[in-house]
């Protein structure tokens, strides 16, 4: 999904002529699994028509169904990070794209979450943050949580992590964000919670979002 982002990145400002847009309006709705009218998607998102024209262009290139399961989103994932293992945090972020639990992203589902996390408020960016890192969608974040999707992004950076992965690492950030985020001491962290720690200390609300960098 990198390469799509990075398309939208460098194309928004460019000008499509009229035929591409009429193009992109028949493609969109004889692909397999046809996404919500351009239209409606615009009224979704925080993104402009032409800007979705862009974003569907690249999911169609590498998708060309309409939809990606997991292993295909774990392949193009890996593709970015050829130097650690992206398995696991490539799963945790197909099941925050994934919102209605059927094993598979479509694009209304990548482009609502791409809008939250590129343009969002700060407060739909910490939630949708809270998402990935509430693995079993109880509403809590517990420490065994915050461990697999720390330790899945030192895995995913393989030797370009900093500082260097050592055995305990992980633990030792967790351990220390959960001093700041569990307020009342019970061993779970809740959505008020998270947010109002992340608000109140600027270096962990970088460190909570650091799937921005690695999306």
Known sequence: MGAVVGTLTMQTKQRRPSRDNIDDELEMTTVCHRPEGLDQLEAQTNFSKQELQILYRGFKNECPSGVVDEETFKHIYAQFFPHGDASMYAHYLFNAFD??????????????????????????????????????????????????????????MGKYTYPALKGDVPQQHVDAFFQKMDKNKDGVVTLEEFIIACQEDETMMRSMQLFENVI
């Open 99 to 156: 919102t209605t639990n059927n094993g598979s992203i479509k694009f209304k589902d990548f482009v609502m979450g791409l809008s939250i996390l590129l343009r969002g408020t700060l407060r739909e960016k910490l939630e949708w943050t809270f998402l990935l890192y509430d693995i079993n969608r109880d509403g809590y974040i517990n420490r065994e949580e915050m461990t697999e999707i720390v330790r899945a992004i030192y895995d995913m």
